[in-house]
Structure formats: C-alpha cells, structure tokens
C-alpha cells in the first residue's frame, strides 16, 4: 500500500480539511462583501425611488405643461386680436379723427382754389388796365 497509514490519512483528511475550511472561510468574506455591496446598491436604488418622479408623474406635469402652454397661446391670440381692434371707444375716435383730417384736407383744397380764381381775377383786371392803356395811348 506505499506506505499509506490511518494515520497518514488521518494527516491528509485534516490539511484537506483546513485546505477547504480556509477556502469556505474566504469564499463567506467574499460573500459578505458582496452582500454589502448589494445592500449599498439597494439602498441607493430606495433613495431613488423615493426621489425620483415616476413615469406617471412626469407624463401627468406634460400633460398640464401642455394644457397651460395652449391656454396662454390662446390668451396670446386674444390679446393680439384686440390689439387689432382697439378699445371699445376706439372706432368713434377713429372716425372723428378721419372726418375731421378731411374738413382739414377739404379746407386747404378751398382755400387754394380761392388764391387761384384771386390770382385769375386779378391778371384780368392787369390785362384790362394794360388793353386801356393800349388803346387810350397813355
């Protein structure tokens, strides 16, 4: 039997045994820290959760960003037709303001008309005193 013992095997049996004890005793502290950092990992994971918005949320704040952003579009609009159209009070004074821009326009227009028949009126009254002149011999 080559020289192979109780107690010889006895011998193997224990350093195969403290072989596979120190083996475990590293595999658990490898575990360990691997439990350790999947706690680390999940507790992260938690702080997220409670932090983080959720799907719905986010889909719920876009879909009132979206309704405020049309409500004041629609607020823009109004505003820009009532620009267009002025005040209340503003067609009357429009009107009042063009109707009196054309007394104004009316007034110029007359009173060139006068200085035009003066003008007239008063080179035929020249051509008058120069024919008499003419004719007299003065």
Same mark, same amino acid.
Request: cysteine-free.
């Given at each position: 039997?080559?020289?192979? #013992? #109780? ?10 045994? $403290? ?8 595999? /658990?502290?490898? %575990? $360990? ?8 990992? $999940? ?13 719905? =949320?986010? =889909? ?6 979206? @309704? ?8 823009? +609009? ?9 005040? @209340?009070? /503003?067609?009357?004074?429009?009107? %009042?303001?063009?109707?009196? &821009?054309?007394?104004? =326009?009316? &007034?110029?227009?007359?009173?060139? @008309?006068?200085?035009?028949? /003066? +003008? ?11 024919? &008499?002149?003419?004719? #007299?011999?003065?």
């Amino acid at each position: 039997m080559s020289g192979l #013992t #109780t107690d010889t095997l006895h011998i193997l049996i224990q350093s195969e045994l $403290r072989r596979i004890d120190e083996r475990f005793a590293a595999f /658990l502290e490898v %575990y $360990r820290r691997d439990q350790e950092k999947a706690n680390e990992f $999940r507790s992260a994971l938690d702080d997220l959760s409670k932090t983080m918005a959720t799907r719905r =949320e986010l =889909e719920a704040a876009q879909v009132s960003g979206n @309704a405020r952003i049309h409500a004041l579009v629609k607020d823009v +609009g109004d505003l820009r037709s009532r620009l267009d159209i002025g005040p @209340a009070g /503003l067609a009357p004074l429009q009107a %009042y303001q063009a109707q009196q &821009s054309g007394r104004q =326009e009316g &007034s110029k227009q007359n009173q060139a @008309a006068l200085y035009a028949m /003066l +003008g007239g009126f008063a080179t035929i009254i020249g051509l008058i005193v120069v024919l &008499s002149n003419v004719l #007299t011999g003065n």
